[in-house]
T-cell receptor
Framework: SQQGEEDPQALSIQEGENATMNCSYK?????LQWYRQNSGRGLVHLIL?????REKHSGRLRVTLDTSKKSSSLLITASRAADTASYFC??????????FGPGTRLSVLP | EAGVAQSPRYKIIEKRQSVAFWCNPI?????LYWYQQILGQGPKLLIQ????????DSQLPKDRFSAERLKGVDSTLKIQPAKLEDSAVYLC???????????FGPGTRLLVL
């Protein structure tokens, strides 16, 4: 299967702590994207990282990509209650369709 | 810039009935996607259009699901007849360039009783 896995499946942290989520995949990719989904809503794009990039930042978000290990991680620093959501990685293989993992459910407790 | 529009937002039907969902992508976006997201899972691609042509419909249950994008703009996804296991959120997304960032609509939550 093309699908990889995100881990952990669920994560609970206190406000102010950092949250790290991981995404593994099995086939080669052109890019990998991270999305957030608040309960009952559509997905919101966070960061796109290309296969020739190793790290990208956006505000409190940091994404790394290790193509040799076929894995990516999303770090949210200084988390807030508003960061409570499900986080998905989506792999894209050179213009073909996107493959989403099952996601990580993050709960940030006040 | 207006986002991806979907309607209805919620739909409750009985099994064996039919239902249709509508999606209007962001203006100028050539690629349109329909996803099915079952509770607790990630989105699963049902069909992908490039303008008004189908790029990938390998995971579309064609015995009951159909989709069209006749003029290369808005799109309709239909289920006929619906089954209990079709209960899910149906997400529409679009992007201007194949393989790049997708922009999602709010989704249609379907409950089949």
């Amino acid at each position: 299967s093309q699908q990889g896995e995100e881990d952990p499946q669920a994560l609970s942290i206190q406000e102010g702590e950092n949250a790290t989520m991981n995404c593994s995949y099995k086939t080669s990719i052109n890019n990998l994207q991270w999305y957030r989904q608040n309960s009952g809503r559509g997905l919101v794009h966070l960061i796109l990282i290309r296969s020739n990039e190793r790290e990208k930042h956006s505000g409190r978000l940091r994404v790394t990509l290790d193509t040799s290990k076929k894995s990516s991680s999303l770090l949210i620093t200084a988390s807030r209650a508003a960061d409570t959501a499900s986080y998905f990685c989506a792999r894209n293989n050179y213009g073909q369709n996107f493959v989403f993992g099952p996601g990580t459910r993050l709960s940030v407790l006040p | 810039e207006a986002g991806v529009a979907q309607s209805p937002r919620y739909k409750i039907i009985e099994k064996r009935q039919s239902v249709a969902f509508w999606c209007n992508p962001i203006s100028g976006h050539a690629t349109l996607y329909w996803y099915q997201q079952i509770l607790g899972q990630g989105p699963k691609l049902l069909i992908q259009f490039q303008n008004n042509g189908v790029v990938d419909d390998s995971q579309l249950p064609k015995d009951r699901f159909s989709a069209e994008r006749l003029k290369g703009v808005d799109s309709t996804l239909k289920i006929q007849p619906a089954k209990l296991e079709d209960s899910a959120v149906y997400l529409c997304a679009s992007n201007p360039i194949l393989g790049e960032t997708q922009y999602f609509g709010p989704g249609t939550r379907l409950l089949v009783l």
